[in-house]
Nanobody
Framework: QVQLVESGGGLVQAGGSLRLSCAAS????????MGWYRQAPGKQRELVAS????????SSADSVKGRFTISRDNAKNTVYLQMNNLKPEDTAIYYC????????WGQGTQVTVSS
């Protein structure tokens, strides 16, 4: 199992920004698609953005398109999520993990957006 450690969450007002980071414990990170997921209270975990191993291709959910940007630094085994124009409905615990590769979940980082 690859350990994943998320950070960067916090409390922010609507319209604000946050940048999340996720550090992986293994270089296997570099050859896998990575994703940022979120789980709001009472809801299922959902994939909000993903990025190809080389970083040249990204995808995002319609709900965050144009506001969230995923990026990665393979030299640091780290994936990032830049979140702009945050909305109260973005409030959730945010996790990173592989896409298509079974791995355990980290603790996540809480993002709370106040109206």
């Amino acid at each position: 199992q690859v350990q994943l450690v998320e950070s960067g969450g916090g409390l922010v007002q609507a319209g604000g920004s946050l940048r999340l980071s996720c550090a992986a414990s293994s270089t296997i990170f570099r050859i896998n698609i990575m994703g940022w997921y979120r789980q709001a209270p009472g809801k299922q975990r959902e994939l909000v953005a993903s990025i190809a191993p080389g970083g040249g291709s990204t995808s995002s959910a319609d709900s965050v398109k144009g506001r969230f940007t995923i990026s990665r630094d393979n030299a640091k085994n780290t994936v990032y999520l830049q979140m702009n124009n945050l909305k109260p409905e973005d409030t959730a615990i945010y996790y990173c993990n592989f896409v298509g590769y079974r791995n355990s979940w980290g603790q996540g980082t809480q993002v709370t957006v106040s109206s």
